[in-house]
């Protein structure tokens, strides 16, 4: 085989692996429009991916044009290199946006936040211009292309970009509202180094090596993977989290527990949510639920502590909160010494027992008119009621009782409740929606996801009973 023929044998292979590469994420992107809707956060993924998809096409074409087998005119080169520039820019900024997206969804991307995000794009579209007559960073003289003196420069506008958009990410993973999502942090980390390190190889290489468009094909399948990943997390009609998802952040929490904080559990639902479906139709059902959301979600961005906010099933949600511990280790030995010197009065529904008595009397069927009480209490009497000898069914009231008690907490509900009057206010509708509040602490006690799911479900339990108007047995 002649040198030519092995050229444009390789010629061929680096234009097929660039288009399909290029085909590739063309097809993601739309994939990912169609699939998941007109959000900004996909459209802006979509933009990304098409600019990526756009420097693979104008990196093919430079190579075709600069090749022993078809010149190109030496003004179109320029443009079609300023332009390759430029789009990798831009798909850079995009990808900045993306991630700002991800991470801080508090952010409104208005007109004026996306000039912010502009300013290296706007930078690099000015020198560009300007290398058209200085040539500090490339030009072509007699169809032979040359670096300018300011290259650097340009390389670093361009491909570092991603590299400082990496180290950026370094720091956001550091910031302590992060704590929990380090590992996404860390692919997305990588998802910003592949391209940087694949424009830095493809430059200093020479000859037919896609290695740019490998290099954006992989990222772009890796960002692809992740926000399907994010998406099968999300509750479908209310746009939260859900219960999955819920159970892994409340697992990592516990696993990885923050020195001199304490994490919350507040569960919420609706009260007489099953009368506004019997009245106005399930259809309305639904929506009072996607208004719920929408209160609970004001009132997580107002809480100054770090949140989580998951629908759990039904018209349940669940709010997570890590909350400074001053005073929490008062508020342990209180609730300690409430549960070891609580009196075991003879009228209680619900008598003294042993830890055994108490189960097998309950598998009997003894106190039926307390049975489903019991069977409620049952399920976090492993946790909280452990001290020697006997134990009183009751005393885990207190344990609730105490958690409400705390400042911050007051406040939380506080929040919670003005939200969702503000909601009410908002859409006017012939029903009010109310909630019913219950909340559990992670402690010494409750050291796990079903024990903080148990007292928090246990004291909202109460709460429905008083807000329905029934009697409550424990003040």
Partial sequence: MSVEELMRHFLIQYTVLNGFCAYLILAIAVRNILGKGRA??????????????????????????????????????????????????????????????????EIRWDSKQHLKSSIVTLVNLGLLII???????????????????????????????????????????????????????????????????????????HGYYPILSLGYAIAVIAMYMDSLENSISKDAMTGLNN?????????????????????????????????????????????ALIHFAEALTNAAKEIPHHTFLARF?????????????????????????????????????????????FQENLERGIWQPGRKQIERRLKIYHWVN??????????????????????????ILSTIERAVDDINEKYDKPYKIETSIGVGRLSKNIRTVQGLLSIADEDLYRQKKVAHGEACDIN
């Avoid at 300018?148 to 670093?156: C, F, N, R």
């Avoid at 409340?250 to 479906?277: A, G, P, W, Y």
């Fill in 243 to 287: 219960k999955g998802q819920l159970l892994q952040e409340m697992n990592q929490r516990i696993s990885h527990r923050k020195e001199n904080t304490v994490l919350f559990l507040f569960m919420m639902d609706l009260n007489r949510f099953k009368q506004i479906n019997d009245k106005y139709g399930h259809q309305e059902g639904d929506i």
């Fill in 40 to 105: 900004l956060v996909y459209q802006t993924f979509a933009r990304l991916a098409s600019y990526l998809a756009l420097v693979i096409v104008l990196d093919t074409v430079i190579v075709l044009g600069n090749d022993r087998f078809y010149r190109m005119p030496d003004v179109l080169m320029i443009f079609m290199l300023s332009a390759y520039f430029l789009t990798i820019t831009l798909g850079s900024q995009c990808f900045f946006v993306y991630y700002q997206m991800i991470l801080h969804p």
């Fill in 131 to 205: 290398n058209l007559s200085t040539k500090q960073f490339f030009y072509m003289e007699n169809h032979v292309f040359h670096y300018g003196e300011a290259i650097l420069l340009e390389l670093i506008m361009s491909y570092g970009y991603c590299a400082v958009i990496a180290i950026n990410l370094r720091f956001e993973r550091r910031k302590p509202e992060n704590e929990y999502r380090e590992h996404y942090i860390d692919r997305m980390i990588l998802c910003a180094m592949i391209p940087a390190v694949a424009g830095g190889i493809q430059v200093l290489v």
């Fill in 386 to 411: 452990r001290y020697s000898g006997e134990v009183h069914a009751d005393n885990m009231y207190v344990y609730a009782a105490e958690q409400r008690k705390l400042p911050e907490v007051q406040q």
């Fill in 313 to 357: 099933g039904g018209d349940e949600f669940l709010l997570l909160v890590d909350m400074p511990s001053e005073g929490t280790i008062e508020m342990d030995r209180r609730i300690a010494s409430e549960l070891v010197n609580a009196k075991k009065g003879e009228d209680s529904e619900i008598q003294s027992y042993s830890g055994m008595d």
